[in-house]
């Protein structure tokens, strides 16, 4: 399946697109709200601004994709693999990432205000400046995450997570690549 069979077939209503494989597809600034794109591999994919509110994205290939300013507000994305995503500036407000593989990813001014990242991996991860207010950080794997300038007023998180917690001025996102599937 291709980008413009996606488009095409989202212009005539259909959402259900599990499993298909968008690899390096160019989705930038589309609106996809309400898609089913579980299991999907959208690895290297340009979904820079990018609507895709309430989508479901559970168990879907990420790695390496460009979601800077896209809007996944509402989205479900427990399970995802998002390994060197770019997610700067990003809106993932009320998400679910639970169980999510961000490692290494770029969360810089992303909005995470009450997303869910219970027993999520985000070793590596630059979250600087981003907003985690209530958040759910509870089993979150933050070794060697950039958290300063962060905002985690009422997040969801105890001594386990940050201990050990360095901070590193400028960590590379693209040394982390993955070649398998969900």
């Known amino acids: 399946m291709n980008a413009n ?39 290297g994919a340009d979904l820079s601004g990018a609507i895709l509110k309430g989508c479901d994205l559970t168990r879907a290939n990420l790695t390496d994709a460009d979601l800077n300013g896209a809007n996944l507000s509402g989205t479900k994305m427990s399970d995802v693999n998002l390994i060197g995503a770019e997610l700067m500036g990003a809106n993932l407000q009320q998400t679910d990432l639970s169980h999510a593989d961000l490692r290494s990813a770029n969360l810089v001014r992303t909005n995470l205000t009450g997303a869910n990242l219970t027993d999520a991996e985000v070793s590596g991860s630059d979250f600087r400046e981003a907003n985690l207010s209530y958040a759910g950080l509870l089993g979150c794997n933050l070794n060697e995450a950039d958290t300063s300038g962060a905002n985690l007023t009422n997040a969801m998180i105890t001594d386990r997570e940050v201990s050990g917690t360095i901070m590193h001025a400028s ?8 070649a398998g599937s969900c």
């Open 5 to 43: 069979q996606l488009i095409t077939r989202y212009a005539a209503g259909e959402r259900k697109f599990q499993g298909w494989n968008l690899h390096q597809a160019n989705l930038c600034d589309l609106n996809l709200s309400g898609a089913n794109f579980s299991g999907a591999d959208l690895s």
């Open 171 to 178: 960590i590379s996102h693209k040394w982390v690549t993955w």
